[in-house]
């Protein structure tokens, strides 16, 4: 489930979408959060930015192939998402580590992947902030980020 602003009047909706989700799994993990507190970690704009960056490729005619065929030739295509962006973008700026496994923006890592440091995703969003800005890609910058605070001790 994406981030869900919830309100009173939006409370059948949540109870809507995690009735499916519930069907797809039956168990989930639920966290909430004030929206006046928000805080947005580097993984957390990380993925923003990769919803942003998916929005701009698609828009640009990429697609992703459904199957590839035993001659190489693609079969069927589907739009390009955030999830295709965040594979691509991980393991073109965060890199892999010597055993040639990406590496993972999850501080736990997961499903064997050693987990980046705060410096490795640092530099990676620096990346792709450099990378979207050749293209006239909009990235969301909050105030309030931890990428913000990280960028304002590098240059101060």
Not at 67 to 92: C, I
Not at 118 to 138: C, D, L, P, S
């Amino acid at each position: 489930m994406k981030d869900f602003h919830l309100n009173k009047f939006t409370l059948n909706n949540l109870i809507n979408e995690l009735s499916v989700e519930l069907e797809e799994s039956p168990n989930l993990i639920i966290t909430t959060q004030n929206e006046a507190i928000g805080k947005w970690t580097m993984t957390r704009l990380w993925r923003s930015w990769m919803s942003s960056t998916a929005s701009f490729m698609y828009e640009s005619g990429v697609m992703m192939p459904l199957m590839v065929m035993k001659d190489g030739s693609n079969y069927g295509s589907r739009p390009f998402d955030q999830n295709d962006a965040h594979e691509l973008f991980t393991a073109q700026h965060l890199g892999v580590d010597k055993e040639g496994r990406r590496l993972s923006w999850s501080k736990s890592g997961r499903e064997g992947l050693r987990p980046a440091t705060k410096g490795e995703r640092f530099f990676a969003m620096q990346k792709h902030e450099e990378f979207a800005a050749n293209r006239g890609i909009i990235l969301l910058q909050p105030k309030d980020s931890e990428y913000r605070k990280l960028t304002d001790e590098q240059n101060s």
